[in-house]
């Protein structure tokens, strides 16, 4: 860790060496006050200057005071957390001006009215990275996960292997698994603990989704390969509830609350957020195997899953300052997860599970701070630390084999194991992000994460817990400079440094004696994202990058079950490129958005799972991975009556490994240039929604909602050793799902009904297993400021 050390502090010392410039004289002061919608003022606003490394705070009172070197016409910019942006044009005389600002609320609205202009979402969209940018709020009363929201996304497919908490892949542009970093408010998902996955997070959690695809900015910290998905939550600074609960098909409920107090004139704020998953995941398995004693041979029949319970719970809270003098934000944070999970198969349908069972818990400490305006205005910086704990535990001591009518005889031939595996996982997680402002339109961005976690993993039955433990630690340096060559034209490149120590304490028996195995890797990247406006809603952009993933703790240590430690492997490299475009448009209540874009992966050292006869798995860097293809998506809102969204995504995924166990010579591997399996090429998602608000019933509204997702058959196995019509290929499918909402007194009272699957086909998703049919919720939400 030495040497990312030293790389920390050089960028520190030359990133701070840069606040150096000093002020003209000959000053024309501004004066004036920011207050909220009530009339309240307002402590803390910042106030810049558009293009200019000139700005202030509001004080006490509201006011603030700024002081020119010229006269002109300028922008200011009025920003605070809470509070929606407001750019103003000011003439700056002689003399002194005054002005009056008002700052609305940003907290959500969820009878939402046509206003022109580019929220967060559509502005993300247009910057020269790959992004997809889901808005949240139109689809608040649905009572979809996170992960089901994200997979009618282009270029997105979630692979679900079953109901409810079921374990799932998530791939963009064909890259998945750990390629794929996932984030809460820019914090890695996983530190929050295990029950934390994009398939059981409620929509009502999330303001907004951001999904970089590919190339990632700095600011997140990561060591994606395929691309990156941040969850933004509520920042306004108003009070408010949200609490919900939906009921449904097998069993299901899943309920949510997340919640703010502010106490204004301290600026205090506290806020939490906790939320429920049930499901006996029940759901009818069709056409399975079972032996039927009478005929003497296996035949196929109906059966409802019997060993699939899941249930999680999640809480979090935080209390901190906002808008302070010496702090723009400052909050402590703790927070707990826990789950409790049946497994009812392996990846193949054939293996039934009875009585493997999987629990475990999360524990976390957070402090996290960020100060705008520092350095006359140039500097911002953010900092966040956290101190987590991860515990679970998978028993498997049946000692049977089942059958899906519930059915079983001693022996347990198919996972050929009896024990009680505990992985305990303490972690240390800190990053600091800060952005200088050099001169107009130049800034400098400097990232830094620390990312350290132990490993302990044993069996319970024959281990007492002293095990030799393992250590793991990461460091992630970024540097982005983005500049704007003309007013239509930006431009960020950037550059990576990735660290990563490994230790394990085990015992040498030729020694006779315990040794310490150390080992330490330093790898560095490059990227650059450029956009280049035509018109204030057009564009073209690409971006490209040189990135590595780093091991992950499971895929270096084992999980003492089924995965094998290997203390050799190496990270994984990727250059990724896109190329696409955008185009949008508006007449009247009609608004149109159309974007396309091509991409290229080319994955080296790709670390895949190598699985051997005795049923254990070890990842190692065998195969290198080629994928090339495009995505599209089109918008059409008339106003709040109508909307439709339609998208499409292509993408050719290649083992590009050319000699058996990428050795460079030798034995040409049998499956050069085949697709890679399990894994879909063509998939495409069509939405409309339908909506009026309702007269005489305060603000009452009725929506209903109609999305379909098409997926094109793909091979289970690998091409080469299978035909399109054999069970190792997965069908294609259309499915088909409806909801009707209505909300009273513009959105604090809400009812949906949904169904998924209406037509209930046969679906598969990962490795061919089957998921549930049609299935029924119903949800009630309630949200009041």
């Not at 009452?700 to 094109?712: D, E, I, K, N, V």
């Not at 793909?714 to 909300?743: C, D």
Request: net charge positive; glycine share 10%.
């Amino acid at each position: 860790m030495y040497t990312g050390s030293i790389l920390f502090r050089f960028f520190t010392i030359a990133f701070f060496c840069l606040a150096t410039f000093v002020n003209a004289q000959n000053q024309i002061t501004v004066l004036g006050g920011v207050s909220s919608a009530a009339g309240e003022p307002l402590e803390g606003v910042t106030v810049s200057v558009k293009g200019l490394s000139l700005g202030t705070k509001t004080e006490k009172d509201g006011q603030f005071t700024l002081k020119f070197t010229k006269p002109g016409t300028f922008t200011l910019i009025f920003s605070s957390v809470g509070y929606s942006t407001v750019e103003e044009k000011v003439r700056v005389e002689s003399g002194s001006s005054k002005l009056q600002i008002t700052l609305q609320s940003s907290t959500i609205d969820f009878n939402e009215v046509t206003v022109r202009g580019k929220g967060e979402a559509q502005q993300l969209r247009e910057q020269g990275f790959s992004v997809n940018a889901i808005d949240t709020k139109k689809i608040a009363n649905t009572t979809a996960d996170l992960g089901q929201i994200l997979n009618r996304s282009t270029g997105i497919k979630v692979r679900e292997q079953g109901g409810v908490g079921s374990d799932f892949e998530f791939s963009i542009n064909g890259l998945s698994g750990k390629s794929v970093k996932l984030f809460l408010d820019g914090i890695p998902l996983d530190i929050l603990g295990s029950a934390m996955n994009l398939n059981n997070i409620p929509i009502n959690l999330a303001q907004r989704i951001e999904v970089y695809k590919g190339v990632a900015p700095v600011e997140l910290g990561s060591d994606a390969l395929g691309g990156s998905v941040n969850i933004v939550t509520n920042k306004s600074l108003d009070n408010y509830l949200d609490i919900s609960h939906s009921y449904g098909s097998f069993q299901s409920h899943q309920s949510a609350l997340t919640g703010q107090y502010v106490y204004k004139p301290a600026g205090l704020v506290i806020k939490g957020s906790t939320f429920f998953n049930y499901s006996k995941n029940n759901y009818l398995m069709k056409g399975v195997e079972v032996w039927d004693a009478g005929k003497y041979e296996y035949v196929k029949r109906d059966f409802r899953r019997f060993h699939d319970r899941y249930q999680s719970l999640m809480g979090q809270v935080e209390v901190g300052l906002v808008n302070k003098k010496w702090a723009d934000v400052i909050f402590l944070g703790l927070g707990y997860s826990t789950y409790d999970k049946q497994v009812q198969t392996g990846v193949r349908q054939t293996i039934v599970y009875g009585g493997v069972v999987k629990d475990g818990t999360g524990k976390n400490v957070s402090l996290r701070y960020k100060k705008d305006s520092l350095l006359n205005n140039r500097l911002s910086i953010g900092v966040y630390g956290t101190y987590s704990y991860d515990h679970y535990v998978l028993s498997d001591t049946t000692q049977r084999k089942y059958s899906w009518d519930g059915s079983y005889v001693p022996g347990n031939p198919e996972t050929g194991s009896y024990r009680m595996t505990r992985v305990n996982r303490p972690r240390i997680f800190t990053r600091f992000n800060g952005n200088y402002n050099l001169a107009e339109n130049h800034d400098l961005n400097l990232n830094y994460t620390f990312d350290q976690v132990e490993n302990q993993t044993y069996n319970s039955l024959t281990s007492s817990g002293d095990d030799m433990p393992g250590k793991l630690g990461k460091q992630i340096v970024g540097l982005a400079y983005q500049m704007k060559l003309f007013p239509n034209w930006t431009n960020t490149f950037m550059t990576k440094y990735y660290g990563i120590s490994m230790n394990k304490r085990q015992y040498d028996y030729s020694l006779s004696k315990t040794v310490v195995l150390r080992d330490f890797q330093n790898y560095f990247g490059y990227g650059l994202a450029s956009v280049y406006k035509l018109d204030n809603n057009s564009g073209i952009k690409a971006s490209y990058e040189h990135t590595y993933r780093l091991q992950d703790v499971n895929e270096v240590y084992g999980d003492g079950y089924q995965v094998l430690n290997n203390m050799t492997l190496k990270p994984e490299a990727s250059d990724n490129v896109n190329i696409g475009g955008f185009y949008g448009a508006n007449s009247g209540r009609q608004d149109w958005f159309v974007e396309a874009s091509a991409f290229y992966r080319s994955a080296k050292g790709f670390i895949y799972a190598n699985q051997y006869d005795n049923n254990q798995l070890q990842y190692q860097n065998l195969s290198n991975v080629m994928v090339k293809g495009f995505d599209a998506e089109a918008k059409y809102n008339y106003g709040n009556l109508f909307n439709a969204l339609l998208n499409i995504t292509y993408q050719h995924a290649l083992d590009n490994t050319r000699f058996v166990n990428n050795s460079g010579s030798g034995a040409v591997s049998a499956t050069y240039k085949n697709r890679i399996p399990n894994q879909p090429w063509l998939y495409g998602n069509l939405d409309l929604g339908l909506g009026k608000n309702l007269q005489n019933t305060r603000g009452g509204r009725l929506q209903f909602t109609w999305s379909t997702q098409y997926t094109h058959w793909y091979y289970r196995s690998w091409e080469g050793f299978a035909t399109a019509n054999s069970l190792a290929t997965i069908p294609k499918q259309l499915v088909h799902n409806v909801m009707l909402s209505y909300s009273m007194q513009k959105g604090r009272y809400n009812a949906s009904l949904e169904c998924r699957n209406l037509t209930d086909q046969l679906v598969y998703d990962n490795f061919r297993l089957q998921k549930p049919g049609r299935a029924i919720f119903l949800k009630l939400r309630f949200f009041i400021i």
